[in-house]
C-alpha cells in the first residue's frame, strides 16, 4: 500500500524550490515564458548532466522517439510553444498542482530535485513503513520490560508477605492469587495497545491508498500506486486524492441553446478554454482545475454565452 501520494511528491518539490530558487541559474524560472522555457529545456539537453530516467521523461513530455539527447533537442525546438504553458502556469503560481504527471516531471528536472521522479519518491514510503513497524517495536519491548521489572518488584514483595504468612512450608494462597491476577492484567493492557496501534495503521494506510482518475469525461476511483505507473505510459493523467462527492457528480458534459445554465441566477456549467473558439464545459467546478489541463475552471456568465453559445442557436 502507499502513503505517499503524488501531491505529497507536489509539497515536497514546491519545498525545494522555496530552497533554492535564489540561485541565479534559476533567475529564469521565477517568472519565465514558454520561449524561456523551450530554450532552458534546450541548454540541459546541451550540457548532457541528465540521467536514463531525465531523459525518459524529456522524451515522454516532447514525444520524442528516443532518448538520445539530439533527437530531443530537435523535437523541443518543433514542439508547440503553447504546450509549455501548463509549466509556466506551475511555475508563476497560476495553478498549485498540474493533473499531468509529466508537467510535475519537467519542473522536477528542471530545478534539479533530487527526488525526482516520482516512483524514486515514493520509495521513501517502504523507509518509513520500516520505521514505524521498528518503532513499534521498540514500543512493545519497552512495555514488556517494564512490566518485567514491574513483575521481579512484586514478586519480591510477594515472597516478603509469604515468608511472614507462611504456616509451616506452606506459601499463602492468597498472595500467589494476587499474583497471578496482576499478572494477567499487565498482560491484556499490552494485548490492547498493541491491537491499538495496528487497527490505526491500517486505517491510515487504508485511506491514503484511495485515488481517482479521470477517464474519458469523469473521474473514477483507483489505486493510487497503479494508476500512476499507468500515468507514464497511458495519456499522462495522474491520480488524485478521493473525492466521493467529485466522484459522483462531476462530469464533463456538452451544452447547447437548450442547456439550463443558471438556477437562481447562479451558475451550473463551468468551462475552460482549449483553443481560440472551443471550450469544455463540465457540470460543476469539481476540484477547480481542468482534469488533464492543469487550467482553473471558470463559471459561465452571460457575456460567454452570448459570445459563443447564443450566436449558434437557431
Known amino acids: 500500500m502507499t502513503l505517499l501520494t503524488i501531491n505529497d511528491y507536489i509539497a515536497h518539490l514546491k519545498e525545494h524550490i522555496e530552497n533554492v530558487d535564489h540561485k541565479p541559474k534559476y533567475n ?11 530554450d532552458y529545456c534546450l541548454i540541459l539537453c546541451d550540457e548532457g548532466n541528465v540521467s536514463i530516467e531525465d531523459k525518459n521523461v524529456l522524451k515522454d513530455f516532447f514525444k520524442a522517439n528516443s532518448i538520445e539527447l539530439s533527437d530531443i533537442s530537435n523535437c523541443i525546438r518543433k514542439f508547440d510553444i503553447e504546450r509549455f504553458k501548463p509549466i509556466q502556469y506551475f511555475l508563476n503560481g497560476k495553478t498549485t498542482m498540474s493533473k499531468n504527471h509529466m508537467v510535475i516531471e519537467m519542473v522536477a528536472l528542471m530545478y534539479d530535485y533530487e527526488q525526482r521522479p516520482y516512483s524514486r519518491f515514493r520509495k521513501k514510503d517502504l ?3 520500516k520505521e514505524e513497524k521498528s518503532k513499534v517495536k521498540q514500543l512493545n519491548t519497552s512495555t514488556i520490560d517494564a512490566n518485567n521489572r514491574g513483575g521481579v518488584e512484586l514478586e519480591d514483595s510477594i515472597k516478603l508477605v509469604e515468608s511472614k504468612g507462611r504456616i509451616g512450608n506452606t506459601y499463602s494462597k492468597s498472595a500467589i492469587f494476587q499474583k497471578n491476577k496482576l499478572w494477567y492484567w499487565l498482560l491484556g493492557v499490552v494485548l490492547m495497545i498493541g491491537l491499538l496501534l495496528l487497527v490505526l495503521k491500517l486505517s491510515v494506510l487504508s485511506q491514503n491508498d484511495q485515488c481517482m482518475r479521470w477517464v474519458v469525461d469523469k473521474y473514477e476511483e483507483c489505486d493510487c500506486g497503479e494508476a500512476t505507473r499507468l500515468s507514464f505510459i497511458d495519456d499522462g493523467v495522474s491520480p488524485i486524492k478521493f473525492d466521493q462527492r467529485i466522484v459522483e457528480e462531476f462530469k464533463k458534459i456538452e451544452v447547447s441553446c437548450n442547456t439550463v445554465f443558471f438556477k437562481n441566477s447562479k451558475p451550473k456549467i463551468w468551462f475552460v478554454k482549449i483553443s481560440a473558439r472551443k471550450h469544455e464545459y463540465f457540470n460543476g467546478p469539481g476540484t477547480g482545475i481542468h ?24
Open 127 to 129: 523507509v518509513f513503513c
Open 291 to 314: 482534469p488533464t489541463l492543469g487550467k482553473p475552471l471558470k463559471p459561465i456568465t452571460k457575456y460567454h454565452l452570448d459570445k459563443y453559445i447564443y450566436p449558434q442557436c437557431p
Open 28 to 38: 529564469v524560472l521565477l517568472s519565465p515564458s514558454p520561449a524561456q522555457l523551450r
